[in-house]
């Protein structure tokens, strides 16, 4: 039984691709934004397993000169910081408002990402669906970003169910490994290359886009 729907944020409901030509100006090709995103996540993920907490926007910014660094060029701090910003801008894929507006009729949905708060808002604000999410929750409150169990804990404890009572739904194979691992369900959305860990617990639920795994949550979980 699913009582809470958990979303993960950046790329399962909002399409990063919006940053590539802005990363073809600073570095002559958008094939340079999933290279970062990647860096950010690993100096994320090093910091939590190092015990040294590095949040998300730090992460970007620390991310953005190292890829410049790379790429043999030079940012500006103003430069990082409007890339940075272009973050609170990214617009939602296309499906995702009517399916988000489908299953908030069925179900509290959380929006569970590992953007800082005020990031988060401005993000589900500015795309036009932040009013479907019963809360929006950081993994920056409790100072361990996903897939460590703490997040995923936080939102069976904000919604006061058994966390294997929460579905995550998730386009990264490590939310949804760290997900099943802290005791929820888990739903994995095939964005474009993305695909599921052969490794560890597997989700009972996939599809290609929001719409399709809407259908299959209702039939699933509210039958």
């Known amino acids: 039984m699913t009582q809470v729907l958990a979303f ?29 995103f990647a860096q950010m996540l690993q100096l994320s993920f090093v910091g939590g397993l190092t015990g040294s907490y590095v949040d998300f926007t730090t992460a970007q910014r620390a991310a953005l000169r190292m890829l410049a660094q790379r790429q043999n060029t030079t940012l500006t701090d103003q430069q990082i910081d409007q890339t940075v910003a272009l973050m609170t801008s990214l617009p939602p894929h296309p499906e995702v408002p009517a399916a988000l507006a489908r299953l908030a009729d069925t179900l509290p949905l ?27 929750m950081s993994a920056d409150t409790v100072r361990h970003l996903k897939p460590a169990p703490q997040p995923y ?71």
């Open 8 to 36: 993960d944020v950046n790329e399962t409901l909002l399409d990063l691709r919006a940053l590539d030509r802005p990363f073809e100006e600073l570095f002559g090709t958008p094939a340079t934004r999933p290279l970062w």
């Open 110 to 136: 959380v929006a569970l990402t590992n953007s800082v708060q005020n990031v988060a808002e401005a993000q589900l604000r500015n795309a036009g669906i932040h009013h479907l999410f019963d809360r929006v």
């Open 153 to 223: 804990r936080a939102v069976a404890e904000a919604f006061d169910v058994p966390i294997g009572e929460v579905r995550l739904i998730a386009a990264h194979a490590w939310d949804v490994t760290g997900a099943l691992e802290a005791g929820c369900r888990a739903a994995f959305l095939r964005r474009p290359g993305m695909v599921p860990s052969p490794i560890g617990p597997q989700p009972d639920l996939t599809a290609d886009d929001l719409t399709q795994l809407a259908d299959l949550i209702i039939q699933r979980d509210i039958g």
